[in-house]
Structure formats: C-alpha cells, structure tokens
C-alpha cells in the first residue's frame, strides 16, 4: 500500500474518484458538520490540519465499464479510483467548495462576470472548477464528467448531481434518508458562507478556500490489487460516525456476490445478484426515509425482518446481527463438503448448522480421494433473503404511519393507528407481517389487530406486566405467520386466550396502581394510559355521531401553560363557586373529587390552564375572549354540557359510566369491590347534610384577594428572587412531611435556598436527593457517592428499575465525575402553591418506591424509623388477648405518643394495607386486620386473625 500526507488541490489531480455500491450513502449530520466547519475557519494562517485517512482502490478498465460516458476522462489519463474509507469528509469538502464557487458567482460585485474573470483565492472559478467540480468533453461540451460522484445506481448520485451541483435537469429526483443528509449538509454551508462574507467580505471567503484546499491534509492509502477491499471497507468504516448494522449487512453481501467461482455462478449472473442487493437497500432507505419528520431507525427494521425471517433467539442486544453476519459469511460460501468420486454422482443431501466447524482430519486415516466443492451458502439463498427485505420494508413504514398507507383500508388504518397510539411495543413485527399477508381479507387482519389491542390494553395498561411478557412467542408466531406454518384464526386465539387467562391478575394490579394514585391525590389523572382510555371514549361517541371532533395529536401534543385534559372541578378551586358548589366537603375531599375519572374531559381545543377555575356555567359556554364553552367542543364536552350543574354525584355517576365503558370496550367485568375502589369517592354519595350557601362577599374578604401581588408575597423573606421561592417550596414541602408522617423520615433538614434536598437512608454509599432545576423541572434521584457505588448499583439496574415500576435515567453525569446521579424527573409548576401538595404527593409516592426498590434489592435495610413509630402500637395489640378491638385516633395517638397525619382522618386508602403503609402494616405484623374504618367517628374495628404473622 502506498501512504503520504496530502492536500485537496494534489489529490486531485489526474483521479476521478466514485463511491463504490457497497458504501453508505452521505451520514454526517449537524454535529459533525459544526465540528468541521470550526476546525476550518479557527485554522490559523500557516498551520496544517490532519484530517485523516483516505482509502483509495485505483481501478482496472474492465472494472470501470458501467462509467459509460464519464470514460472519457480515463482515456484522458486521470486514474479511476474507488473510495474505500474516507468518503464522508471528501464528500463534505466537494459540498463546501461547491457552495464557495456558488455564494462567490452570486454576489454582486461578481453580476454579469464570466467564470473566468472571477477569482477565488489565485484561482479564477473557471479554474476552480475544472479543477474540483466537473469538466466537459471537447469539442462540443455535451458531456459533462465531475469528478466526484457516486455509482450511477446510487440514488445519491442524481441528487449530488442536480440538487448539490445544480445541473440542469427537469426530471424527478428521488430522495433517501442520505440525500436529505446531502441537501443540509448544502443549506448549512450556504447560511455559514452568508455569515462569514458579512464579517470578513470577499478575502474571507478566499481565506476559507486556501485552507480548504491547501492546509487540510489527507492521509492517501492506495490499495493494492490483492488486498480484499471489501474486508478494508468494514474493518476501516466502523471508526468515527460507525456503520449501522444495515450498512454493514449491504456491503458484506456485495462481498459475497464476488466470492463465488465463475463455474457456479459467472459474471452476468453476479451483475444480476448486485442490482438486486442495491436495488433492495435503495426500497429500504426510500421507505425508511419516506417521513421526513421522522425517519425511522434502519437497525430497528433489520431486526424486525430478522424475527420474521429466521428463527428467534432470546438473546438479546445485538444478537441478530452476529447471526446474520455468521450466515452470510465468507466461510459459508467455501465451506466443503467430502463427496467420493466413482464415475457416477451420488446424491447428497446436505444441511449444515451455521455453527458447525469441520474437522480436518488425519490424512493417514483414509485413503486420498477426490472431491468435490459444495457451497453451504447458495446465491439463491441471498437473492430469496434481499427480495424479502425489499419487499417487506414498506409494510414495515405502515405500522409506523398508517394513515399514510396505500396497503390498508380504512379501518385498517384505524386500528393500526390505535395500536402506536397505545404503545404497540414488541407487536410491532407481528403487526408488519400481518399488513404483508396480502392473500388474507381485511376483516381477518383487523381481527388479529383487535386482538392485540385489547392484550396490551389489559396485561400493559391495566396489568402492568413487564414490558416483555410473551415477546418470545409472538416473536416466534412472527415467522409462523410470515412462512404460512400457522393459520391466522390459531394466532387470534391464541392472543385473546392468553389476554383472557391474564384478566384475573391483571385488573387486582390495575386497582392498587389507582388506589395508590389516589392516595397522592393524583387519581386517574396519574394512569399513564388517561389520554387513550378517554380518546376511546370519544371515539365511541364520535362514530356514534359519525363526526370526528377531536385530534390524537392536538391532544397528546406539549405546550406552555396549556391542557388538553381538564378536571370540570379544579384541581384547587380558588373561585367562589366551586368552594360554594362543594361547601360540604374538604379540602382533601375536594381535591380527590377533581381528580376522579368521572371528573376528567378532553378538549376539542387546548386551552390555558388558567381557565380551569372558570365556573361551570362558563366552561359551558364560549365566551369571545376565552374558552371554547363544552357546548362546541368535543363529544365528551356536549355530553357534560347537558348536565345542569356540576356537582360530586355527578362525578361519582359518571366514573361508574366510564368504567361501565371500559368493560364493554374490552370484554371484561370488575366485580362490585373493584368497581367501588375505581370509582372511590363513594363519600361523594354518603347522604351528608349540606351547610348553607357560603356569602360570596364574606367569603372574598376571608380569603382576601387582589391584597398582594406575587411579587409582593415573593420578597417578603429577603434574598434573590430565585432563592426566595426555593426556600419558600422547601418549608412547605417539610410542613407537608410533617402532616403525613414522614417527619422523621424525610423532613429531617432544615429547608434552605439550595435547589437540593438530600435525605440520609443510613448508609454511606448514597443518599437520596430531590431537585430543581430550571424552576421547572423537579426530580428525585440517588446520589452515589463514587464510581464503584454506582457500578454495583448499575449491575442490579434491571431490577431496580421492575421494582420502583419506571426506567431511570442512569447516565446524566457528567463523565469525569467521580459521584454520579440515578435519576427520575418529571416537569411541572414548581413554585406554583396551589400546584405544591401535587407535587409534594408525587415526591413521597417516588421516595417510597425508590427506597423500597433499593430494600428490594438489599441495597437497604428496612426503614427502622417508620417501624419504630408504631412499635408502642405493635406492643400493645402483642399483649392483648381479645379476639376484637375498637379504638379511636385518639387512643391510637396517645398509644404511639404522637399525632396521626392529616390523611388518616380524611381518607379510607391511608388505612389500606401496602408496602408504603406503615401502620396498617403494623397491625397486621401484631396478629390483626382492620375489619371496619369509621371516618367520621374517628375510629377503627381490629379482629384478631386466625394465623398471626409475627
């Protein structure tokens, strides 16, 4: 091999350079080109860059015969040269001095100039060109030949041609993933160009063209004729921006084509193999790219076929590739086979395992014969696995867009919609082959999507499985299906058996997750799956109608300040009529009212958050300055709006509607204990007397609105702005501790102007902390103290993450830190006090699973302190022999020596008993359950069980 240091103004000299089939197309993207530009332009003046290597593989005339009629530059002396490695910078360098010789020839100094009179650096842009970009065949300059291009196969090389070069062509151009990587690359030149000649002018630009041309330096690398490029190629392309897996597949089958003897396979047959390689990927990246706003992950897709076109391993990571790689391989195509030679041919039948290795064996053994070569890796077999890629890539874009496909019908579309509006997760594969199956009739396939929609509504948002429950046997079904080796009514029924044997544990699991909620004030409005359930309920309503009136993406999309799901009773009413309308409950009360199911309602139109505490009346009605009233809304909305006033039995009757909704759209039952634990507000419906009507004017002038501004309030303590409200959200997060009993547990600092709270867990390694950042932002996190702590608790990852319920963020460190943070965040309105106790709730429900996550995984002893609290409790009921007991809180307070939180006296859940319940825990652990809870009298039924666990 030959090596020297180049610039760009020797290496293109006399070389013609092509990028061959088997390399990917353009890749650099934002990052990488801000990298480039600033090493150029903060290159000082007689300094030399390295850039790095480039691989060239000089090429024979016969290789160059697809050239047609860019041949003329060979027969004129320049060396034809395939790029080998290297292709993305030289790539970005022709792109760049494209866009200089472009912005130069535009500006207006430069109107009216022929290239030749126009200089760029000591070169006229005649020169430049000739020289960089492209040359024309004398005498007639009807052919134009650049210098720098791809294969004439590659879709990229139209692109470059006439979208980057600019030639003149009035024919479609068709664009990749890659070619849109082409047309930034072009734009972010162009603006940076802009931007350069407005600070520095004309000789700035010349500056910039010396460098480029001059001062960056090419490692050159020619590669011998007997050297394996393609070997070359894959060894040298996994450095920098690597490979994908794709890529890498593509140019390892190329390889292959080149590997079989002309006897097998000759010349014409191996040109015939290539196209349809190339012919493939080209379908695969149009339809991976086909969404510009989202393009979709080429691994991801390959790994998909893999499931559907081989057999599945439960391995996991990057399994699929080593597998594909290992089958398509050098080894598979000279593997022999011994078979005696004796005048006449014997059948063989031959069936190798991809892993078997063949012995050499002892050559004084046997006799010495002939024998023959037989390739494990037929051509049929790549051509049989490139057509189905191709083939199979755009049923793979219509599970991700259906509505967009020409493949489905419309209820089709409807329904594959739903299933990547409910999280489609490992159904994926299954669903792309289910759409590929063009010999089944629409009415089976939305059967199976049917199916699968209603398992992961019931094992995943109701049952909260593991992400992977059976991802292994319908990862298996993907292939039955996909080779017709079971039946599509086999599948449904397998799907809706599994869904129907999971029912039981699943709707037990879907009422503890609310009544949790519940329990930190969040309700339904905390289920992760609120937006699908009530979409559903409006579609229902919507087809019933047969008019759509609200969007999945309008509701599902972020903004500032503004809802999409709004609670008819506020969360925190700060208007008369509501503490009027709801004047016989309290606060705690009111506050589970609001967030009840049947209090939640989608909107056609996302509204400011500020509306919310508008009265009923007026959220009914549209005002000119305001809400879309109900009235004009949404199915939902009309449906609330014929109801008179807004009052808790309406919440309470409307839950049960909703729930009654969710049986009958997913072929279920709660019985009658689920059902009152969903609905949980029975209170609602509890047959209290209701005080008189509160005096609008007596109530405004308690509660004293419009006294102070909130700045006013906000510099009443002194300091920063900033630090004012920290101080002010800590205090009241610790006075919020102390009302629901984890004064001694978590509120054990004092609060300060930090953005951090660190709370000891009794060990040395870590603690764990919340935070603030950016004043909207809110997180708890484990602080590891070093490296090795966070290693071991890296290693129990998996299940710490199953036992808290939620992924954390592992690696938001920063990489030379020596401590490193475990984090779970979620964003609200931090310094917002009527949005502070939802906040505080959400804190304790997160330190409670996380520090149970972490006992789970005897990263921590039991809380001894929560225990301790209720140890006179414990003592007491140990001692006693009566077979049931009744005391009041207050007996209860003066046993234990303190006094019960605020919630023990206003909601049944605190007594429920769950790994973050201490004293009903407690109870049990004594030899008792709590067979009776009396709210308003203050007291609470023990009978003594028959098996104590003590």
């Known amino acids: 091999m030959a090596s020297e240091l180049q610039p760009l103004s020797l290496l293109f000299q006399n070389r013609l350079f092509r990028i061959p089939d088997y390399q990917r197309g353009y890749a650099w993207q934002q990052s990488q080109l801000v990298d480039f530009w600033d090493d150029l332009v903060n290159l000082q003046d007689s ?72 200089v760029l650096g000591y070169d006229t842009l005649k020169d430049v060109i000739a020289k960089y970009i492209c040359q024309h065949r004398p005498p007639n300059n009807q052919i134009t030949t650049y210098l720098f291009g791809y294969e004439v196969d590659n879709p990229s090389a139209d692109y470059l041609r006439y979208r980057v070069f600019n030639e003149p062509y009035s024919g479609t151009v068709n664009e990749t993933y890659y070619t849109k990587n082409l047309k930034y690359a072009k734009t972010f030149f162009s603006e940076n160009l802009s931007a350069l000649y407005k600070n520095e002018g004309l000789e700035g630009l010349s500056n910039l063209y010396l460098k480029l041309t001059l001062r960056l330096m090419f490692n050159i690398h020619e590669i011998d004729d007997d050297y394996d490029v393609f070997v070359a190629f894959e060894t040298m392309n996994n450095r920098g921006k690597k490979l994908t897996n794709l890529e890498l597949l593509k140019n390892r089958l190329i390889y292959l084509t080149t590997l079989y003897s002309d006897a097998k396979f000759d010349e014409l047959d191996k040109e015939n193999l290539r196209k349809q390689i190339n012919d493939a990927w080209k379908e695969v990246y149009y339809q991976l790219g086909r969404n510009e ?60 395992d991809i892993d078997v290795e063949i012995e050499d064996e002892d050559e004084n053994s046997e006799p010495e014969i002939d024998i023959m070569e037989i390739s494990k890796l037929e051509p049929c077999e790549i051509s049989e696995y490139v057509n189905s890629l191709k083939d199979i890539s755009k049923y793979w874009y219509d599970t991700f867009f259906p509505l967009q496909s020409d493949n489905l019908l419309q209820e089709e579309k409807v329904w594959v919609d739903r299933l990547n509006r409910i999280g489609i997760g490992h159904f994926r594969p299954l669903v792309m082959v289910i759409i590929s199956r063009r010999d089944l009739v629409a009415a089976k396939r939305i059967e199976v999507f049917k199916a ?137 009360e009111i506050e589970l009212l609001s967030c009840a199911l049947g209090n939640l309602l989608p909107l056609s139109q996302s509204i400011n958050s500020a509306l919310q505490n508008d009265s009923f009346e007026d959220k009914k009605t549209s005002k000119p300055n305001g809400r879309r ?108 501790c102390h009302h629901e009993g984890y004064g001694e547990t978590v509120a054990i600092r004092k609060p300060s102007t930090d953005g951090w709270y660190a709370v000891s867990v009794g060990t040395t390694d870590f603690h764990i902390a919340f935070t603030i950042t950016r004043s909207k932002f809110l997180a708890i996190l484990i602080y590891a103290e070093n490296s090795d702590v966070f290693l071991r608790l890296e290693s129990k ?22 401590a490193k943070r475990i984090l779970f965040k979620r964003e609200g309105e931090i310094f917002n006090p009527e949005k502070q106790d939802e906040l505080f709730a959400w804190m304790l429900d997160k330190f409670d699973e996380l520090n149970n996550a972490l006992v789970a995984v005897g990263e921590l002893s039991e809380d001894k302190k929560s225990v301790d609290k209720f140890s006179g409790l414990k003592q007491y009921l140990l001692s006693s022999d009566k077979s049931e007991i009744t005391l009041s809180f207050s007996e209860i307070e003066n046993i234990i020596g303190m006094t019960l939180c605020k919630s023990a006296y206003t909601y049944l859940a605190y007594w429920q008993p769950s790994p973050t319940h201490t004293l009903p825990n407690t109870i049990l652990s004594a030899g008792y359950k709590i067979a009776s809870i009396d709210l308003s009298g203050k007291r609470i039924a023990l009978e003594k069980q028959n098996n104590p666990s003590r």
């Open 797 to 818: 990852k998996e299940e710490i993450e199953e036992a808290f319920g939620d992924k954390l963020d592992w690696y938001s460190s920063r990489e030379k830190s020596n």
């Open 629 to 736: 009233g109900y009235q004009n809304g949404s199915h939902s909305e009309i449906e609330v709006s014929n109801e008179i006033d807004w009052t808790a039995d309406r919440i309470y009757e409307r839950s049960k509607k909703l729930l009654r909704f969710m049986e009958k759209r997913w072929e279920f039952s709660f019985n009658k204990e689920q059902l009152e634990k969903l609905v949980y507000i029975s209170f609602a419906v509890d047959g209290r007397e209701v005080p008189n009507e509160l005096v609008k004017e007596q109530w405004e002038e308690v509660v004293g609105l419009g006294k102070k501004t909130p700045n006013e309030i906000e510099h009443i303590t002194g300091g920063t702005e900033l630090e004012n409200l920290r101080i002010k959200f800590w205090t009241n997060f610790v006075n919020y």
């Open 293 to 352: 706003k989202t393009p979709l992950v080429d691994d991801e897709f390959l790994r998909a076929h893999w499931i559907s076109y081989f057999s599945y391993s439960r391995k996991k990571g990057d399994d699929y590739i080593h597998f594909l790689l290992n089958k398509f391989s050098a080894k598979n195509i000279f593997e022999k086979k011994t078979v005696p030679v004796d005048g006449t041919m014997q059948e063989t039948d031959i069936d190798f």
């Open 47 to 118: 300094r030399y860059h390295y850039t790095g290597l480039l691989s060239l593989k000089t090429l024979k005339r016969s290789e160059t015969k697809t050239w047609g009629s860019d041949l003329w530059m060979v027969d004129k002396g320049f060396k034809a040269c395939h790029i080998v490695d290297g292709q993305q910078r030289l790539t970005t360098f022709i792109i760049l001095l494209n866009e200089i010789v472009e912005f130069t020839r535009s500006l207006n100094e430069n109107e009216g100039k022929p290239d030749e009179e126009i």
């Open 452 to 588: 699968i929609e209603r398992f992961l509504f019931i094992c995943f948002r109701m049952g909260y499985f593991n992400a992977t429950f059976r991802s292994s046997e319908y990862y298996r079904a993907t292939r039955s299906i996909y080779l017709k080796q079971k039946s599509i009514d086999d599948l449904i029924d397998d799907i809706n058996e599994t869904t129907n044997t999971n029912i039981e544990y699943a709707l037990p699991n879907f009422v503890t997750k609310i009544e949790k909620h519940f329990d930190n004030m969040g309700g339904f409005y905390y289920w992760n799956s609120i937006k699908y359930f009530l979409y559903e309920y409006e579609f229902q309503l919507a087809k019933k109608n047969n008019i759509d009136k609200v969007s999945w993406e309008m509701f599902t999309k972020t903004e500032k300040d503004k809802i999409s799901i709004e609670h008819i009773l506020p969360q925190t009413p700060a208007k008369y009529y509501w503490k009027n309308q709801f004047r016989q409950f309290d606060d705690e």
